[in-house]
């Protein structure tokens, strides 16, 4: 049996719930657009440049989206030329692949520029130090999350 009395429980629940509401906002002060990319569109992309090709369902599955969510972006993705889409004989012909395209890769530097650029913004109100703490502290988070 737990020894945490019902204050200790609620005010735990209070920091979490101010912790959550002070990441969402700052979520969305981050904005939605870097550049020519979309938040997603840029999440994508950075997956495709850390790896010569991606199955199609890898990246979705990556990227938290459902298959009709993967193959609408990748199809617009497609269209701006920033990515591209084969079957490669080696491998099982109904696996489609994607690949970053040239044209991608700049799109992904400009939007990454965009991206840290807005970051900086945000986060120069912290100290060095502050800032470290921060950077430890979404470590360990991810750490976390990813257990």
């Known amino acids: 049996m737990s020894d945490t009395s019902p204050e200790e ?15 969402d ?25 850390t ?9 979705g599955e990556q990227l938290g989206l459902t298959t009709a969510g993967t193959t609408r972006m990748l199809d617009k993705l497609e269209a701006l030329g920033y990515a591209s889409r084969s079957r490669t004989a080696q491998h099982d012909q109904r696996q489609v692949y994607v ?16 991206f840290l650029e807005r970051m900086h913004a ?13 950077a430890h502290l979404l470590r360990a988070l991810t750490i976390v999350d990813k257990k």
């Open 25 to 49: 906002e700052w979520y969305s002060r981050l904005g939605r657009q870097f550049g020519p990319l979309s938040r997603p569109q840029r999440r994508m992309l950075r997956l495709l440049s």
């Open 122 to 134: 945000l986060l120069s109100n912290l100290s060095q130090q502050e800032r470290a703490t921060l």
């Open 9 to 23: 429980i609620e005010r735990d629940l209070a920091e979490t719930a101010s912790i959550a509401y002070a990441l």
């Open 51 to 59: 790896d010569t090709a991606v199955r199609v369902g890898d990246l």
């Open 99 to 114: 690949t970053l395209t040239p044209a991608g890769a700049s799109a992904l530097q400009e939007a990454e520029r965009a």
